[in-house]
């Protein structure tokens, strides 16, 4: 099965691209914790047939195709146009579900703009870590991560703790793969980052889409 679209995201959205489709708050302590969910919890099934590619990709970011399961498709957050040419601007893509689940997100900040550090280092309250590189990874986070190969090129996979708060404060882990990419559509832009940001798939899950469905084209 195969479609095609186009489709840009800020990652302020978490949100607009181009694709084709192819077939006062307590401690932590006082809180509470959200654990990493299970398939059965998410509604992530990668198996679930039939399952679908969509090219995806352009401008500064390579071109490559992902396969996805039945009732999971990549949508367009739509970000306004004078956002997508701001020359600092970070296009995403999403993998959502039929009901709106945002099950994982790739993304590629160019390697020359800015970014807030301290966002990396404790993530909280809709600020969740941006990496141009893997030297944007904080040190201690980067000594849990764990290498993997992925069809665009080698990667970083780890869990980092993010925290929101309201009445309470509430906390799980984010799940990233941060890939170095083999063949880069720019070379600003050296790096792509998969995550699940509301950890609606746990790491593995996640590694086994970036090793097992996503191919360059």
């Known amino acids: ?6 489709i840009r995201v800020g990652m302020a959205g978490v949100a607009a691209l181009g ?47 992902v396969t996805l399961p039945e009732g999971v498709a990549v949508t367009d957050g739509g970000a306004p146009e004078d956002v997508r040419k ?4 970070e296009p995403v893509w999403i993998a959502s579900g039929d009901d709106r689940t945002s099950y994982f997100s790739w993304s590629a900040k160019p390697a020359g703009c800015e970014i807030d550090p301290s966002a990396n280092e404790k993530p909280i309250n809709g600020t ?41 404060c509430d906390s799980f882990d984010e799940p990233f793969v941060v890939i170095t990419l083999d063949k880069p559509a720019d070379s600003g832009s050296p790096t792509l980052v998969f995550t699940s940001v509301h950890a609606e798939l746990t790491l ?13 084209r």
């Open 1 to 6: 099965m195969r479609k095609r679209l186009g």
């Open 19 to 65: 694709i084709t489709v192819l077939a006062g708050c307590q401690n932590d302590e006082g809180g509470g914790t959200h654990d990493k969910p299970s398939r059965s919890e998410s509604g992530w099934d990668r198996e679930a047939k039939p399952r679908t590619a969509y090219d995806t990709g352009g401008g500064t970011v390579p071109r490559f195709r």
């Open 86 to 89: 701001d020359e600092c601007y």
């Open 128 to 168: 969740h870590p941006t990496y141009r590189t893997t030297a944007d990874i904080p040190p201690a986070v980067a000594r849990t991560a764990r290498k993997v190969r992925t069809p665009l090129g080698p990667a970083l996979a780890f869990t980092q703790r993010y925290t929101v708060c309201t009445q309470r």
């Open 204 to 216: 593995d899950e996640l590694v086994d889409v970036v090793t097992k469905d996503v191919a360059p």
